[in-house]
């Protein structure tokens, strides 16, 4: 049984930072392609950032690219979302998920809901303006 469990969210002003932290266990997780995407009240979820197995492909989605950096610690079964230069429109509810391939993907392609099957129950981010 795949479990992800989120932790690092809180609530902080425009402009602070805040590191998310995902634990996966259950499962080989450096065969996996890792993401993280978020959601808020009333709109989609979409997709923030997705790292490959081996961390070498990784993609953003626009809104946060400068801002915002996806890693994994493959030896720890961690996946982390450096956010930085948060924004008021950056409040939502924060997920991992886990897609059961380690096979290429495109930009759209990862950072779709779809791609993935497991997810976290997620860590709330508030930013205040």
């Known amino acids: 049984q795949v479990q992800l469990v989120e932790s690092g969210g809180g609530s902080v002003q425009a402009g602070g930072s805040l590191r998310l932290s995902c634990s996966a266990s259950?499962?080989?997780?450096?065969?996996?392609?890792m993401a993280w995407f978020r959601q808020a009240p009333g709109k989609e979820r979409e997709g923030v950032a997705s790292?490959?197995?081996?961390?070498?492909?990784?993609y953003y989605t626009d809104s946060v690219k400068g801002r915002f950096t996806i890693s994994r610690d493959n030896a720890k079964n961690m996946l982390y979302l450096q956010m930085n230069s948060l924004k008021p429109e950056d409040t939502a509810m924060y997920y991992c998920?886990?897609?059961?391939?380690?096979?290429?993907?495109?930009?759209?392609?990862?950072?779709?809901?779809?791609?993935?099957?497991?997810w976290g129950q997620g860590t709330q981010v508030t930013v205040s303006s």
């Open positions: 998920a886990a897609r059961r391939s380690p096979g290429p993907m495109f930009d759209t392609q990862a950072l779709g809901v779809m791609s993935f099957s497991d």
């Open positions: 259950g499962y080989t997780y450096n065969s996996y392609w």
């Open positions: 790292a490959s197995v081996g961390g070498g492909n990784i």
